[in-house]
Nanobody
Framework: QVQLVESGGGLVQAGGSLRLSCAASGLTVSNYAMGWFRQAPGKERELLGAITKSGGSTYYPDSVKGRFTISRDNAKNTVYLQMNSLNAEDTAVYYC?????????????WGQGTQVTVSS
């Protein structure tokens, strides 16, 4: 049974940092493209960062480029999202996902999410 368990969310002041973790079981993260997403109330789910199977390439949208960094520890079977210079607009539930078939996460395993709240 595949499980992705996010942790590391919480309440942080504007300008602060958080590191989210996504611990995987039932799959090997180095066999999947892995991504971090977020969804705020009333908004669509947004891709924040992705890392390829090989780990050799990463992708970030312009909205977080330079502030967020995705990384992977194969030994721990865990994917991370380092978030710096947080602001109130970063408040959302954050999810990790494993792309099952290269479809751009249209068919993915998802975690349950972790809440990030940034106070201004």
């Amino acid at each position: 049974q595949v499980q992705l368990v996010e942790s590391g969310g919480g309440l942080v002041q504007a300008g602060g940092s958080l590191r989210l973790s996504c611990a995987a079981s039932g799959l090997t993260v180095s066999n999947y493209a892995m991504g971090w997403f977020r969804q705020a109330p009333g908004k669509e789910r947004e891709l924040l960062g992705a890392i390829t199977k090989s780990g050799g390439s990463t992708y970030y949208p312009d909205s977080v480029k330079g502030r967020f960094t995705i990384s992977r520890d194969n030994a721990k079977n865990t994917v991370y999202l380092q978030m710096n210079s947080l602001n109130a607009e970063d408040t959302a539930v954050y999810y990790c996902a494993a792309d099952r078939d290269g479809s751009g996460y249209r068919n993915a395993y998802w975690g349950q999410g972790t809440q990030v709240t940034v106070s201004s």
